[in-house]
């Protein structure tokens, strides 16, 4: 039986043509809250009329139910869940007003925000207002992270002592992969972050800045370190993501060897994951924009809603990662570590480029 009313605003271009530019997420969102018995796609908007239409087309939207407006699609639908699936810079007006418009949940893609305080405003204001805020940090239901931690928890390599981050970039794909070491470390909050960047070749993705290499090291309150070092820099790691315990070592791979394995002392053996990747099941359709993990995370949400489960992809658990984020492009431009909670509202690593402190080369 359909319990929610789903639309989408921001569709995006042609999802057979996916670039840093529109990556159409809005195709994604769809196919896995359709797979939800429990929803039920009813519209959709995107400022850019084709968009929308194409959209409908792909979805058996009535036209009559694609917007330009956001707002007009609320005033009109009023649909119960908005899935956002615009660039992160619009993140939080349309959050912000989905969230005074009356629905019951906002699932909105990743990054969190283009700024510090933008991320907490979401969040806030979602709050105050009773709805269900969530962004789609779909790995996290992914086997090869899942299986992982569940050896973490067993306590096949000890007690967890640092997890190191070799593979992306720290903002777009850090908002998985610290997401991710985050999640083995059971969401405890970080205490500081020192980093450093190099930012020579512009590269702009989704509207925002990206460095082109990265160093960072965090400290969680517990104890646990987090490292990452990514472009030139991300052989420093020996894997996509390793955990590293006081008895051994959990090794996560991007496509080279074993997807997932364990080493104690001599020993290492492979770990089964049901032919999971870090990026798809071992069962994706063709016909198909994402993978199941999406699916995951949207069962997840509607879950969470209105009852006292909260979603392991929670804006309340997504502000830990957005704010080492933001505390090592902070780091940066303070030239020191950061103490945490971060107190900076901007994006150090825009505001350096648009100082000219980073002045990367077209």
Same mark, same amino acid.
């Given at each position: 039986?359909?319990?929610?009313?789903?639309?989408?605003?921001?569709?995006?271009?042609?999802?057979?043509?996916?670039?840093?530019?529109?990556?159409?997420?809005?195709?994604?969102?769809?196919?896995?809250?359709?797979?939800?018995?429990? !929803? /039920?796609?009813?519209? !959709?908007?995107?400022?850019?009329?084709?968009?929308?239409?194409?959209?409908?087309?792909?979805?058996? $939207?009535?036209?009559?139910?694609?917007?330009?407006?956001?707002?007009?699609?609320?005033?009109?639908?009023?649909?119960?869940?908005?899935?956002?699936?615009?660039?992160?810079?619009?993140?939080?007006?349309?959050?912000?007003? !989905?969230?005074?418009?009356?629905?019951?949940?906002?699932? !909105? /893609?990743?990054?969190?925000?283009?700024?510090?305080?933008?991320?907490?405003?979401?969040?806030?204001?979602?709050?105050?207002?009773?709805?269900? #805020?969530?962004?789609?940090?779909?790995?996290?239901?992914?086997?090869?992270?899942?299986?992982?931690?569940? $050896?973490?928890?067993?306590?096949?390599?000890?007690?967890?002592?640092?997890? /190191?981050? @070799?593979?992306?970039?720290?903002?777009?794909?850090?908002?998985?992969?610290?997401? #991710?070491?985050?999640?083995?470390?059971?969401?405890?909050?970080?205490?500081?972050?020192?980093?450093?960047?190099?930012?020579?070749?512009?590269?702009?993705?989704?509207?925002?800045?990206?460095?082109?290499?990265?160093?960072?090291?965090?400290?969680?309150?517990? @104890?646990?370190?987090?490292?990452?070092?990514?472009?030139?820099?991300?052989?420093?790691?020996?894997?996509? $993501?390793?955990?590293?315990?006081?008895?051994?070592?959990?090794?996560?791979?991007?496509?080279?060897?074993?997807?997932?394995?364990?080493?104690? =002392?001599?020993?290492?053996?492979?770990?089964?994951?049901? =032919?999971?990747?870090?990026?798809?099941?071992?069962?994706?359709?063709?016909?198909?924009?994402?993978?199941?993990?999406?699916?995951?995370?949207?069962?997840? #949400?509607?879950?969470?809603?209105?009852?006292?489960?909260?979603?392991?992809?929670?804006?309340?658990?997504?502000?830990?990662?957005?704010?080492?984020?933001?505390?090592?492009?902070?780091?940066?431009?303070?030239?020191?570590?950061?103490?945490?909670?971060?107190?900076?509202?901007?994006?150090?690593?825009?505001?350096?480029?648009?100082?000219?402190?980073?002045?990367?080369?077209?």
């Amino acid at each position: 039986m359909t319990a929610y009313n789903v639309a989408v605003v921001g569709t995006g271009p042609d999802p057979s043509n996916p670039s840093v530019d529109g990556f159409a997420m809005g195709y994604r969102h769809a196919e896995a809250f359709l797979a939800d018995e429990r !929803c /039920e796609l009813v519209a !959709c908007a995107d400022i850019v009329p084709e968009n929308g239409s194409a959209f409908a087309n792909a979805f058996d $939207l009535p036209q009559d139910r694609v917007f330009e407006d956001y707002a007009e699609l609320l005033e009109k639908v009023a649909p119960d869940v908005v899935s956002v699936a615009v660039p992160p810079q619009v993140h939080e007006e349309v959050v912000v007003g !989905c969230a005074r418009g009356g629905v019951e949940a906002i699932h !909105c /893609e990743k990054p969190m925000a283009h700024t510090w305080a933008s991320a907490q405003r979401m969040a806030q204001v979602c709050w105050r207002h009773g709805v269900q #805020l969530t962004f789609n940090r779909q790995r996290r239901f992914a086997r090869p992270f899942t299986r992982a931690k569940e $050896l973490l928890d067993d306590g096949e390599i000890g007690e967890l002592r640092r997890v /190191e981050i @070799g593979w992306g970039d720290f903002y777009d794909t850090g908002a998985h992969t610290v997401d #991710l070491a985050g999640m083995f470390n059971d969401d405890i909050a970080a205490e500081w972050v020192l980093a450093g960047l190099d930012y020579r070749e512009k590269d702009v993705r989704f509207g925002s800045h990206q460095e082109n290499q990265m160093w960072a090291q965090w400290r969680y309150e517990n @104890g646990v370190y987090g490292v990452a070092s990514t472009g030139d820099g991300s052989d420093f790691v020996d894997a996509a $993501l390793t955990l590293n315990g006081t008895a051994g070592t959990i090794r996560i791979d991007v496509a080279d060897g074993p997807m997932l394995s364990v080493k104690r =002392g001599a020993d290492s053996r492979q770990v089964d994951v049901d =032919g999971e990747t870090m990026h798809r099941t071992g069962t994706e359709s063709e016909a198909r924009y994402g993978s199941h993990f999406h699916d995951r995370a949207v069962e997840a #949400l509607i879950d969470g809603i209105g009852t006292e489960i909260e979603p392991r992809i929670s804006a309340r658990i997504g502000l830990n990662t957005a704010e080492i984020l933001f505390a090592g492009y902070e780091s940066v431009r303070k030239r020191g570590r950061v103490e945490l909670p971060l107190t900076v509202t901007d994006n150090p690593l825009e505001a350096m480029v648009e100082t000219g402190s980073l002045t990367p080369i077209e």
